[in-house]
């Protein structure tokens, strides 16, 4: 499985982005996605996790302003989307996409996932 993502930026305060991430590859359906982050000096932490079937998880710091979803199998590729809204410099950090095939339901540990994007930065200026 190969992940791809896109969409990281530099971004006022206050302002709106939208990663996306691509999983291309040999598996069929992927169950569990997720997006995560590491800001410089901190550990990698969760973000947004969603299933195939759209049950979501999302992280209590960014709740109420970042949205995930995800197309399933979309011209033989599952996408997820981070949409973020009203961005804080405290969301400055590297953002990785994650995928866990064969997870039963939500995949919330870092060890579920077998599959990591490269990841994409985003900046928040003040």
């Known amino acids: 499985v190969q992940l791809q993502a896109s969409g990281g930026g530099l971004v006022q305060a206050g302002g709106s982005l939208r990663l996306s991430c691509s999983a291309s590859g040999s598996i069929y359906s992927i169950n569990a996605m997720s997006w995560y982050r590491q800001a410089p000096g901190k550990q990698r932490e969760l973000v947004a996790a969603i299933t195939s079937s759209r049950s979501t998880h999302i992280a209590n710091s960014v709740k109420g302003r970042f949205t995930i979803s995800r197309n399933n199998m979309d011209n033989g590729k599952n996408t997820v989307y981070l949409q973020m809204n009203k961005l804080e410099p405290d969301d400055t950090a590297l953002y990785y996409c994650?995928?866990?095939?064969?997870?039963?339901?939500?995949?919330?540990?870092?060890?579920?996932?077998?599959?990591w994007g490269q990841g994409t930065q985003v900046t928040v200026s003040s």
């Open positions: 994650a995928a866990a095939p064969r997870a039963k339901g939500l995949a919330l540990r870092q060890t579920e996932y077998s599959y």
